[in-house]
């Protein structure tokens, strides 16, 4: 994982770089798989990588990550499969698809017990151990949806600490969440929250439940995700979005081949897209441009970034470990964790701080205007001027947003940018739109994106292949049927997006890139009992993410503007592997050729 996002960021491996996030701990009894995970070895020389090239363009020959090759199909049987359901196989080349008849009851007429519903097994750490050793973690989306395949559409999984019950068809999932209340809740990244609690700090809506998260989402809500919140942070992006192809024009005319007005290049464009989506994201939410399209980005940039990768390398194993005993005995799984949150922290503090100087400053000038100067000054500015939350619950949910803002753009936006460029005829077809909205909004970005609904339909699109996020949780509020099963109150229920966006019960060929089948709210050619919910890559409802609005306007914006600048192609039409980490990304980042048009 760490070699992965090292690779992402262009980030450098030497001991100088990695020790201020690094400390010495005591010792834990595990098996050796997990103790791999709490005690990770350090390498004492690596000096092939420099954190300032992702910064600068540079690039290298990136290590492939490689899991376990899943050839078999299961074949494991639910229990009382008699009584509950009958699930048929059917291969088709290299796939295997399930389709499932439930009966409303069993042979007795009776709901079954939660117990009887089908599991991977019963023991939680033994789990854990099997999955460490046949690397399932970092094909979690792939173990989900093989054992979907066995099992059928409800099953039960418990890994090390957390048990759970998973489900993939869109009639379950709208019985979940029209049965979730006034207070939502999902599952809490206890992690997350443990550094919050020892280091005093507030916890932001991610990490809140009941009355007091709705009162401070609701506020949140006026920022982020109402119309009005939209058409003020839009030109923000917007210009950040037109940033981005002026520096890729400029790339493409000085490294790129062919005649003069018309060179094509192809290149990983990874490391252009995540410096994009950060410096998108800080625009928005600070209100100011950290100059990351330069070629001498500042230093706390850089120890930003490098924050964020050792954060969301060292989440996914505390999930599953009991985090609170390595707090304890100062682990360095924990402690490298820890120490990440507290720069992603600092970083924010130092916004803070600035917008006070800003204010400071104003004042002294005389002028009534404030911080802002009487212009958007970016979400941080929007709740500071407002005072309706603390400043620790600003300083906490601001930066979960910066947090959580980058990668969950940044990699959509590779997928997005390879299935275009495989697929030419759906590329014109979205670029005629962009272009004729474009030309009718008279350049208003709001108006161009209205006018372009495959656009929009190609992020969903993108989204349904390759969801950011492997599932959507709910804990249960009280007892709940779900495929004839008894839910207990408390049970946490995950929905498994990357199954249900490629499951032929729930979508037309559903390996197919087709960005129509969200234009005009159906899917031609099926209806499914439960189709609106389908698309879940956000979450849905009250509890959905609270950065949505940000992230679906960034990512159609910079494919506007690539769409009216570039024709995209790649130079391997073969399907992209995955891998997981905290999230689904590419194992190899495609290459794509930008040709100016």
């Known amino acids: 994982m760490r070699a992965h996002f090292r690779r992402k960021y262009q980030l450098s491996q030497n001991p100088k770089d990695t020790n201020h996030l690094r400390a010495v701990g005591g010792k834990v009894s595990f098996p050796h798989e997990l103790s791999k995970m709490i005690y990770p070895e350090t390498k004492t ?8 090239s992702a910064f600068q363009g540079l690039s290298f020959g990136p290590a492939v990550l490689t899991g376990r090759n899943h050839s078999k199909t299961l074949t494991a049987k639910p229990a009382n ?4 359901k009958v699930i048929m196989f059917a291969v088709i080349g290299k796939q295997t698809l399930f389709s499932t008849r439930v009966r409303k009851k069993g042979v007795d007429g009776q709901v079954r017990s939660f117990k009887e519903i089908p599991h991977t097994g019963r023991s939680g750490w033994v789990n854990l151990v099997k999955f460490w050793r046949e690397d399932r973690f970092r094909q979690l989306h792939k173990h989900m949806e093989r054992t979907f395949n066995a099992l059928g559409p409800i099953y039960r999984e418990h890994l090390g600490t957390q048990s759970s019950v998973n489900i993939i068809l869109p009639s379950d999932i709208g019985e979940l969440f029209r049965s979730e209340g006034l207070h939502p809740e999902r599952m809490t990244l206890q992690p997350w929250a443990t550094h919050r609690e020892t280091r005093h700090y507030s916890k932001g809506v991610f990490l809140k439940n009941g009355e007091e998260w709705r009162v401070d989402r609701l506020l949140l809500n006026k920022e982020v995700m ?3 919140a939209v058409k003020r942070f839009l030109p923000l992006l917007d210009e950040v979005a037109r940033d981005f192809c002026r520096m890729m024009q400029a790339k493409v005319e000085r490294e790129g ?10 290149i990983d464009p990874s490391p252009d897209i995540f410096r994009f989506a950060l410096e998108a994201s800080c625009n928005v939410i600070y209100g100011e441009r950290i100059g990351l399209f330069s070629s001498s980005p500042s230093l706390e940039s850089q120890k930003f970034i490098w924050a964020v990768e050792q954060m969301l390398v060292t989440t996914p194993p505390l999930l599953y470990l ?3 005993l390595l707090l304890r005995i100062g682990a360095p799984l924990w402690t490298q964790h820890a120490t990440a949150w507290d720069h992603i922290f600092s970083h924010a503090e130092a916004r803070i701080q600035r917008w006070y100087q800003r204010l400071s400053s104003s004042q002294g000038r005389g002028s009534e205007a404030g911080a802002s100067g009487g212009q958007y000054s970016g979400v941080l500015g ?4 407002k005072g309706q939350l603390s400043l620790d619950l600003i300083k906490a949910n601001v930066t979960e947003m910066m947090a959580g803002g980058v990668d969950t ?5 590779q997928f997005a940018l390879f299935e275009l460029g495989r697929n030419p005829e759906v590329q014109e077809r979205v670029r005629q739109q962009v272009r004729a909205s474009w030309e009718q909004a008279g350049g208003d970005p709001q108006k161009a994106l209205q006018g372009a609904p ?11 292949l390759y969801p950011v996020a492997t599932t959507v949780q709910r804990r249960t509020i009280k007892d709940t049927i779900l495929q004839n099963y008894h839910i207990p109150a408390g049970t946490l229920v995950q929905v498994c997006l990357y199954p249900l966006g490629r499951s032929a019960d729930v979508f037309a060929a559903p390996q197919r890139f087709e960005p129509d089948r969200w234009v005009n709210n159906g899917e031609k050619g099926q209806t499914v009992e439960g189709s609106s919910f389908r698309s879940l890559a956000f979450g849905f409802g009250a509890r959905q993410c609270v950065g949505r609005r940000i992230a679906e306007n960034e990512m159609q914006l910079l494919l506007m503007h690539i769409l009216l600048s570039f024709h995209l192609s790649v130079t391997s039409s073969e399907d992209i592997k995955t891998t997981c980490t905290l999230i689904l990304q590419p194992e190899t980042p495609p290459r794509i050729t930008f040709r100016k048009l």
Request: positive net charge.
């Open 257 to 266: 081949r062919g005649e003069e007005g018309k060179r094509s290049l192809t």
């Open 382 to 385: 929007q709740l500071m001027e």
């Open 322 to 324: 009991p985090h609170r």
């Open 45 to 52: 020389k690596d000096d092939g990588f420099n954190l300032l």
């Open 454 to 464: 495959l656009l929009k339909g190609t992020i969903k699109e993108i989204l349904r």
């Open 226 to 228: 109402m119309s009005a």
């Open 409 to 413: 753009t940044a990699v959509p936006l």
């Open 81 to 84: 499969v008699d009584s509950c």
